[in-house]
């Protein structure tokens, strides 16, 4: 199967997080590619209408997206790893932590484009929005991650910990770990994990 990806992006960590994580990762040929909102690539476009990264086609010509339906794809192709939990509770909770972590990243990119532009100034009231989100989510994982040690792995954590590893490279001045330091000790214990340590961002 081949992926295409980039390595500054924390949806296609996510998926290769996941891939590492059920022992897939040899089975995936990675195809860089540059995108952004404003820069599509007619290649990715042409497998994924939304022209984004990560899009996974598989061996018969199968493409799916987007992160979250990779990783549980993936997940399925080796159960024993059990990247989603059986139960239907725990199930319902792993999907609402990965749709914070999702909608989390979803607003950093917007941030993150926005500083980018260099036609208008980034204005006050955009930032205190996309600041206002973060503190609240990070404060929700902070009051939920002393329940979340000893835990097993799931695809929310994944999102959760690719979430935390973008706020630290590209947001570092936003210094989500002060007065958060339950989420900072998991976080910590998260990404002594090989999959991360493999899946590091780079330039
Ligand atoms: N919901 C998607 C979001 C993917 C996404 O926003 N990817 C970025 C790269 S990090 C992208 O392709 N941006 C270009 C665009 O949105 O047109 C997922 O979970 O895969």
Same mark, same amino acid.
């Not at 990560?54 to 997940?75: A, E, K, N, Q």
């Not at 939990?85 to 725990?90: E, G, L, R, S, V």
């Not at 910990?161 to 973008?166: D, E, F, P, V």
């Given at each position: 199967?081949?992926?295409?990806?980039?390595?500054?992006?924390?949806?296609?960590r996510?998926?290769l997080?996941?891939?590492? !994580? *059920?022992?897939?990762?040899?089975d995936?040929?990675?195809?860089?590619?540059?995108?952004?909102?404003? @820069? &599509?690539? +007619?290649?990715?476009?042409?497998?994924?209408?939304?022209? @984004?990264?990560?899009?996974?086609?598989?061996?018969?010509?199968?493409?799916?997206?987007?992160?979250? *339906?990779? #990783?549980?794809?993936?997940?399925?192709?080796?159960?024993?790893?059990?990247? *989603?939990?059986i139960?239907?509770?725990?199930?319902? +909770?792993?999907?609402?932590r990965?749709a914070e972590?999702d909608?989390?990243?979803?607003?950093?990119?917007?941030?993150?484009?926005e500083? /980018?532009?260099?036609?208008?100034?980034?204005?006050?009231?955009? *930032?205190?929005? #996309?600041?206002?989100?973060? @503190?609240?989510?990070?404060?929700?994982?902070n009051?939920?991650?002393?329940?979340?040690?000893?835990? /097993?792995?799931?695809?929310g954590?994944?999102?959760?910990g690719?979430?935390?590893?973008?706020a630290?490279?590209?947001f570092?001045?936003?210094?989500? /770990?002060?007065e958060r @330091?339950?989420?900072? &000790?998991?976080? !910590?214990?998260?990404? /002594?994990?090989?999959?991360?340590?493999?899946t590091?961002?780079?330039e």
């Amino acid at each position: 199967m081949k992926l295409y990806s980039s390595d500054r992006s924390p949806f296609v960590r996510k998926v290769l997080v996941c891939a590492h !994580e *059920v022992g897939l990762i040899d089975d995936i040929e990675r195809v860089p590619k540059v995108v952004s909102f404003l @820069q &599509t690539d +007619e290649e990715v476009g042409s497998h994924n209408p939304l022209g @984004q990264l990560p899009t996974l086609v598989l061996d018969d010509g199968t493409s799916l997206y987007d992160s979250g *339906v990779i #990783c549980d794809y993936l997940s399925q192709l080796n159960v024993a790893t059990l990247l *989603v939990p059986i139960h239907p509770d725990a199930r319902l +909770e792993m999907a609402r932590r990965q749709a914070e972590a999702d909608g989390l990243l979803a607003n950093f990119m917007r941030w993150y484009g926005e500083r /980018r532009r260099a036609d208008h100034p980034l204005s006050p009231q955009y *930032v205190a929005i #996309c600041r206002g989100k973060l @503190q609240r989510v990070a404060d929700a994982w902070n009051n939920a991650a002393p329940s979340w040690h000893g835990r /097993r792995l799931d695809i929310g954590f994944i999102a959760i910990g690719c979430a935390l590893s973008y706020a630290d490279f590209r947001f570092s001045a936003e210094n989500w /770990r002060s007065e958060r @330091q339950e989420l900072a &000790t998991w976080y !910590e214990q998260l990404c /002594r994990r090989p999959s991360f340590q493999a899946t590091e961002f780079r330039e």
